[in-house]
T-cell receptor, first 115, second 113 residues
Framework: EPEVTQTPSHQVTQMGQEVILRCVPISNHLYFYWYRQILGQKVEFLVSFYNNEISEKSEIFDDQFSVERPDGSNFTLKIRSTKLEDSAMYFC?????????????FGSGTQLSVL | AQSVTQLGSHVSVSEGALVLLRCNYSSSVPPYLFWYVQYPNQGLQLLLKYTSAATLVKGINGFEAEFKKSETSFHLTKPSAHMSDAAEYFCAVGDTGRRALTFGSGTRLQVQP
C-alpha cells in the first residue's frame, strides 16, 4: 500500500527556535492534513490544505504555525517560535478526494521535543 | 460540535478472549465514524468506518463495530484476541460539513499470553 513519509522521526529544539516538519504525501493525493498528539492526550486536528491554500484550521493553528507545499511532492509544517507546549507527535496525512468519509493515510509521525 | 469518548485508556485481555473497546460520540449531524489503529512506531491505520450504510461494519484483522444511534455508540469488537492485536486504538468522528476528524483519547490494548 502507498505510504505517507515524514521526516525527521525525532526533532529536538530549543524554545523560541523555528522548526520545519516535512511530509511527502501519497503522490496522487490532493488533500493534506496535519494532526498532533500531545503525550497522553487526544489526536488533534491542526490544518487541512488543498490547491495550495488552507481549507480548514483549528484554534490550535495560530499565527505561529504555517504550512506550505514548496514543490510537487513535499508538504511542510513550520512552527516559527516554538513553545514548550508544542512538544508533541505531529502526524501528516493525505487523502485523494477530501471527502469527510474518506480514509486518511497517515505518516508515522515526527516526535517534536521543545526544551 | 463533535466529541468522542473512549472509555478505558488501557484494556488488557488474554489471547483468545473477546476484545471490546468502547466509543461514544456526540454529533449534531449524522456522523461518519472511524476506528484507527496505531502499532508501535507507525502511523494510524484505518481499521473500519461507518458511513450510513450497514450499521454493523466489518474491518480488517477480524474487527467489527456496530453503530447504535440510540446509544450514540460505535464499540469495536473482535471475538478472539491475538498477540498481534496489541496496539493503540482510536475512535474518530467526522461529518459532511468538515474534513477534520475529531479523535478520542485512544485505548491501549494489551494481549496477555
Amino acid at each position: 500500500e502507498p505510504e505517507v513519509t515524514q521526516t525527521p522521526s525525532h526533532q529536538v529544539t530549543q524554545m523560541g527556535q523555528e522548526v520545519i516538519l516535512r511530509c511527502v504525501p501519497i503522490s496522487n493525493h490532493l488533500y493534506f492534513y496535519w494532526y498532533r498528539q500531545i503525550l497522553g492526550q487526544k489526536v488533534e486536528f491542526l490544518v487541512s490544505f488543498y490547491n495550495n491554500e488552507i481549507s480548514e484550521k483549528s484554534e490550535i493553528f495560530d499565527d505561529q504555525f504555517s504550512v506550505e507545499r514548496p514543490d510537487g511532492s513535499n508538504f511542510t509544517l513550520k512552527i516559527r517560535s516554538t513553545k514548550l507546549e508544542d512538544s508533541a507527535m505531529y502526524f501528516c496525512a493525505s487523502t485523494g478526494q477530501g471527502r469527510a468519509n474518506e480514509k486518511l493515510f497517515f505518516g508515522s509521525g515526527t516526535q517534536l521535543s521543545v526544551l | 460540535a463533535q466529541s468522542v469518548t473512549q472509555l478505558g485508556s488501557h484494556v488488557s485481555v488474554s489471547e483468545g478472549a473477546l476484545v471490546l473497546l468502547r466509543c461514544n460520540y456526540s454529533s449534531s449531524v449524522p456522523p461518519y465514524l472511524f476506528w484507527y489503529v496505531q502499532y508501535p512506531n507507525q502511523g494510524l491505520q484505518l481499521l473500519l468506518k461507518y458511513t450510513s450504510a450497514a450499521t454493523l461494519v466489518k474491518g480488517i484483522n477480524g474487527f467489527e463495530a456496530e453503530f447504535k444511534k440510540s446509544e450514540t455508540s460505535f464499540h469495536l469488537t473482535k471475538p478472539s484476541a491475538h498477540m498481534s492485536d496489541a496496539a493503540e486504538y482510536f475512535c474518530a468522528v467526522g461529518d459532511t460539513g468538515r474534513r477534520a476528524l475529531t479523535f478520542g483519547s485512544g485505548t491501549r490494548l494489551q494481549v496477555q499470553p
